[in-house]
């Protein structure tokens, strides 16, 4: 689905760099969300926006900050990256109102490798 | 917060017969479950949904139900075929923190057709 890009796509840093992934969207729904993937735990919610003024942790988010720039875009940051934090990131929307409000549309995903 | 456990983790089957995937969730306030198909190196893509307020639904090959008494939902997958062969994902849509909602998800079963 075209509608949420994310980049980059794949991506290799070193323990301690910063990194930032980026997601946008031209779906104009409100509500964006980026979660964690890794092999046999499914997918975890690490930060979740409502609106640009509106920003809630999730699950797991330990290690990471966001930035909601504006309606179409959702930065995810990790200041002080670590190998635990190698996975895949996914960042996604939903409508939150309408006729499927809590349908959630993904990005293609990040590949994030801290050495 | 919401608990989801997935069973089996990996399930094979021989083409044209069926696919069983279940679902448990903890919290009895829950009102939404998706059903999410992830394909080798792709997004996590909606393929079916269900409210709180039914007790099944059914698109063509797949179909969901729901015990809320229980608090299980599955996926039934009928005359399957290889290209099903997918990760699938179950998610609830819980309470998270206070009165947020959020979905959390199961952690996946890895079904293989075999032709």
């Known amino acids: 689905d075209a509608d949420v890009t994310q980049t980059p796509r794949n991506r290799i840093t070193k323990t301690g760099k910063r990194i930032m992934l980026e997601c946008s969207q031209t779906k104009g729904h409100d509500r964006m969300y980026w979660y964690r993937q890794d092999p046999g735990l499914g997918l975890r919610l690490i930060y979740y926006?409502?609106?640009?003024?509106?920003?809630n942790k999730g699950e797991i988010s330990d290690g990471y900050s966001v930035s909601r720039q504006a309606q179409a875009k959702f930065s995810l940051s990790l200041e002080s990256a670590i190998p635990n934090q190698t996975a895949l990131y996914f960042c996604a929307t939903s409508d939150g109102e309408g006729t499927a409000p809590y349908e959630q549309y993904f990005g293609p995903g990040t590949r994030l490798t801290v050495t | 917060g919401e608990n989801v456990e997935q069973h089996p983790s990996t399930l094979s089957v021989q083409e044209g017969d069926s696919a069983v995937i279940k679902c448990t969730y903890s919290d009895s306030a829950s009102n939404y479950f998706p059903w999410y198909k992830q394909e080798l190196g792709k997004r996590p893509q909606l393929i079916i949904d269900?409210?709180?307020?039914?007790g099944e639904k059914k698109d063509q090959r797949i179909a969901v139900t729901l015990n809320k008494t229980a608090k299980h939902f599955s996926l039934h997958i009928t005359e399957t075929q290889p290209e099903d062969s997918a990760v699938y994902f179950c998610?609830?849509?819980?309470?998270?923190?206070?009165?947020?909602?959020?979905?959390?998800f199961g952690s996946g079963t890895q079904l293989t057709v075999l032709p």
């Open positions: 269900i409210r709180s307020n039914v």
């Open positions: 998610a609830a849509r819980g309470r998270f923190s206070g009165s947020a909602r959020q979905l959390t």
């Open positions: 926006s409502f609106d640009v003024k509106d920003i």
